[in-house]
Every structure is written in C-alpha cells, then in structure tokens.
C-alpha cells in the first residue's frame, strides 16, 4: 500500500469514528438552513451528509447536462465543489437557482450572469413546480458530499 493510500485510509478513518453514532453529533436540519455539524454544509465549507435520495433525483433530472463530482463540462458546468463556488450560503442559493435560474439572472446575481455568459445563454431546465424544495436539497446534499469513489480526496 503505497503512503498515499495510507494517509487516505487513516482520514477516512478518523473521520468517521469522529463523526460516527457514538460521537455525540446531531444530524438535524433547519427548513432554511442547514446546521453546521460533523457531516452537514455549513458556511464554513463541511461536508454535507451523503444522500442517497439526492443521486438518485440527480440522475434523473441533472446528470444529463452536468458532472456530479468532477470539473467536466457537459452542457452545463460540472458540480464538484459546488459548496465553495457558488454565493453563500450555498445551499440558499443552489436552491433557488435549481427552482428558477431564470428569475435569478434577472435579479442581477452577479454568479448567474457569469454561468450564463460562460454557457452561451444555453438555458437551464426551470425545476420549479417539477421538483419540490426538499428534493432540490437531497441533489445539493449528494453535490456537497465526498464523491462516492473511496479512492477520491475532497
């Protein structure tokens, strides 16, 4: 095992005896916000809890135009990183973008107009009505989250 796989494996580790059932952290969420704990986004940049629900909803309705973990640009751009690109607090903003990017490019979001200049004016899929607010956060949960490959570093 060469000492890069050892170190990995010892922050895997770690991490989730610390953020482990035993440790004493609560996963709670607040309807606006998400609680900064072991394993959620907060506006320090954490990760957030893996959602399962949240790369299913992905796949269904984003994977299509975007890369969930990586850089690569599709039609849109690819999501890693997501929780430190975008304004903050980013899952505010991920939320309302994903519902209706349009009404955000017209409010002035200085992030929109740069995606949209980037994109060539290539229009997103307005979600709202089609998705509900708690699915949009399940997709930014699997966004924020570590990749889903073991052998990945955040």
């Given amino acids: 095992m060469t000492f890069f796989r050892k170190i990995t494996s010892l922050n895997i580790l770690v991490f989730f005896i610390s953020c482990g059932p035993r440790s004493g952290v609560h996963h709670e969420e607040k309807k606006e916000e998400l609680v900064g704990s072991c394993g959620t986004v907060s506006e320090t940049g954490t990760y957030a809890s893996y959602s399962p629900d949240g790369e299913k909803l992905f796949k269904l309705n984003c994977a299509v135009c975007h890369a969930a973990h990586a850089d690569q640009k599709l ?3 690819g999501l890693k990183g997501i929780a430190y690109r975008v304004p903050q607090p980013a899952d505010q903003w991920f ?11 017209k409010s002035g979001d200085a992030y929109a107009a740069k995606l949209r200049g980037e994109y060539k004016d290539t229009p997103m899929t307005i979600f709202e009505g089609q998705l509900e607010e708690a699915d949009i956060m399940a997709i930014y949960k699997y966004l924020a989250g570590p990749p889903a490959s073991s052998n990945a570093i955040p």
């Fill in 75 to 77: 039609t849109g751009p």
């Fill in 95 to 105: 939320l309302k973008y994903v519902l209706n990017n349009e009404k955000v490019f």
